[in-house]
Every structure is written in C-alpha cells, then in structure tokens.
Nanobody
C-alpha cells in the first residue's frame, strides 16, 4: 500500500485543517492518523476501520477531530478544529494489513506508512 499524506500547514490557534491520505496498491483493513512532535514518541490521533466504519479518537482530540473516508477515492481525511499549539507535530497516516482485524490502536500494528505532513499551530 502506498500512502500519500497532504494538507498540513501553518495555522493560528483556534483554526482548522483537513489532512488527506490517498491510498493505492493493496487493500487494507484500517487507517490511522498518528502524530509525532519533536522529542516525543509517535502517538495515535484517530483510527478508522475501513469496511465497518468504526472510529476511535484519542482523548486529547475528542470533540475536535473527525476521521472519515471516501471509498470512491480510497482516501482518508482528518478534519481538525480548534487547533492548539500543542497539536504542532508531523502527522502520519498509516494503514493496517487486511489480516489485522478490528481497529488497531498501536503504531506497531500498522504496516504501511505515509511520508508525514507538518502541522504548525501558532499561538
């Protein structure tokens, strides 16, 4: 699976962004958005089971983010509202192989990774 992430940029606190992740190649079971800030570990932001549509959001983005998909475009989206400076990070999309059932939450359970897109939130 090849993943192409886009949509990052510089935004003021309180603003919004929509990240996109276009997938091509093999099928996959779930898509996740992760982020990694300088000096910190990579952490899950949100995940989506591609066939069933179930979703998961980490506590720090609940109510501020929406993960969605467009099956016709094989693309996942992460809409982020009310952005905060602490949301500044490189955001990665990742896909889990079909054998991984359910909704994986650990980055170790994702098999394919996009290149990352930088989100910078200014105060």
């Amino acid at each position: 699976v090849q993943l192409q992430a886009s949509g990052g940029g510089l935004v003021q606190a309180g603003g919004s962004l929509r990240l996109s992740c276009a997938a091509s190649g093999r099928t996959f079971s779930s898509m996740g958005w992760f982020r990694q800030a300088p000096g910190k570990e990579r952490e899950l932001v949100a995940a989506l089971n591609w066939s069933g549509g179930s979703t998961y959001y980490t506590d720090f983005v609940k109510g501020r983010c929406t993960i969605s998909r467009d099956n016709s475009k094989n693309t996942a989206y992460l809409r982020m509202n009310n952005l905060k400076p602490e949301d500044t990070a490189v955001y990665y999309c990742a896909a889990a192989a079909p054998l991984r059932l359910g909704l994986p939450l650990s980055p170790h359970l994702y098999d394919y990774w996009g290149q990352g897109t930088l989100v910078t939130v200014s105060s």
